[in-house]
């Protein structure tokens, strides 16, 4: 029997392949009596969970987004979610955000071109900056809103732990954040003009300035920690790197293995509706369900030596992923999720993901880190505390 407080504990923070295997193949349906949720860590078993909506449910997270900045996308089901999908959606789409190459191109020349050749913190002074500074420039505001957005995002992302302090002050940068975007959505609604609040209102969507609160933070901590993470990898597999650097074409597959790898978010989590019998355990109705995504990623019967970071690998499907998660070329990593809640902003994080990478390589050929590299950890090197510091390769 394994014990729960392993999935607690800083070795498994670390390194938690060992422990995902054991649950893969002892425990698919895990009882972590801790937490009170039931850990599901089987690729067939997670897709199964996010592709069910009759059985599996989004509303809990009005207890963490919500609970942030009110009544949200991601906590809804059924018609509502389909019909505010509808409206949303299309903004999103690929072909859609091709519109913003040359806005994104900007924002990342300015942001790389400060950056110094003999040592930066690729957290802290890029990934962490570039999601607030791309949808400031995205909504037509002045790039004097951008040290305000990325506040409001660094304090809005830690209200949604469960602490009450910090939740107030996540309520607090909302608010905020509404009062400063209020105006500006009306005067977009008397004129408007070309950029994403604009859409969005011409499309209808009601609360506008919620949505930019989660698209600030759910686009963003994707972005972030994808970012930070493909270039942790790269740096841990210098011939991968330097294949990448001679070739940024390559830069697809790295960011593709990446998510699969070392996902931005190990865990997504699903409520059961009803009593529901799984692999001969019983989840009750009303129980959270914690999809364990990085292990999906990691399963050995989907992908061979799945703990290997490699580009190269030929069972992964490679390019612009679908809320199928099934492909003709490989298997699909599930960092996005799957279903009728697969991830809104996955092409913009892509997109922003390998633009910045392409500018890096631009200007500094490749990157070398300085001194050792940190801990992966579950959840990618930390944008709270700048850990990838890394300069120019010599």
């Excluded at 422990?19 to 078993?45: C, G, K, M």
């Amino acid at each position: 029997m394994i014990d729960p407080t392993r999935l607690h504990d800083d070795a498994f923070s670390l390194d938690p392949f060992s422990v995902w295997s054991e649950l893969r193949r002892d425990a698919p349906v895990f009882a972590d009596t801790i937490d009170r949720v039931w850990v599901i860590s089987r690729h067939a078993d997670v897709v199964e969970a996010f592709s069910n909506t009759e059985r599996f449910s989004n509303r809990l997270y009005r207890k963490t987004l919500g609970a942030v900045f009110g009544p949200n996308l991601l906590q809804m089901d059924g018609a509502p979610h389909i019909a505010l999908r509808k409206v949303v959606g299309p903004v999103f789409a690929p072909t859609r955000l091709e519109r913003y190459q040359e806005l994104l191109d900007d924002v990342v020349d300015g942001i790389v071109s400060a950056l110094d050749p003999d040592g930066f913190d690729l957290v802290a002074d890029l990934s962490a900056v570039l999601p607030g500074r791309l949808i400031v420039a995205m909504m037509g505001l002045p790039p004097s809103d951008d040290a305000k957005f990325h506040e409001w995002y660094e304090t809005m992302m830690l209200g949604l732990w469960n602490d009450p302090e910090l939740r107030r002050k996540g309520r607090e940068a909302h608010r905020e954040l509404h009062d400063h975007v209020d105006p500006v959505i009306a005067e977009r609604r008397r004129n408007p003009s070309d950029d994403i609040l604009s859409r969005l209102i011409a499309a209808e969507v009601e609360d506008l300035a919620s949505f930019v609160s989660l698209l600030l933070t759910a686009g963003g901590e994707t972005t972030d920690k994808a970012l930070g993470n493909l270039w942790r990898n790269l740096l841990d597999h210098p011939a991968q790197r330097d294949a990448v650097c001679d070739e940024p074409d390559l830069l697809d597959r790295a960011f593709d293995e990446t998510m699969r790898h070392s996902p931005s978010l190990v865990y997504l989590a699903r409520e059961a509706n009803a009593d529901t019998e799984w692999h001969g355990v019983t989840i009750p109705a009303g129980r959270e369900l914690r999809l364990a995504v990085g292990s999906a990623n990691h399963d050995e019967t989907v992908f061979d030596d799945p703990d290997r970071f490699d580009i190269f690998r030929a069972d992964l499907h490679r390019g612009l992923e679908h809320r199928t998660a099934s492909y003709d070329d490989g298997a699909g990593h599930l960092a996005f999720g799957a279903g009728a809640h697969f991830c809104l902003g996955y092409a913009l994080a892509r997109l922003e993901a390998k633009t910045a990478s392409r500018a890096l390589i631009g200007r500094f050929g490749s990157l070398e880190n300085v001194g050792a590299l940190p801990p992966l950890k579950v959840r990618g090197p930390s944008r709270f505390t700048p850990t990838l510091p890394v300069r120019a390769a010599r």
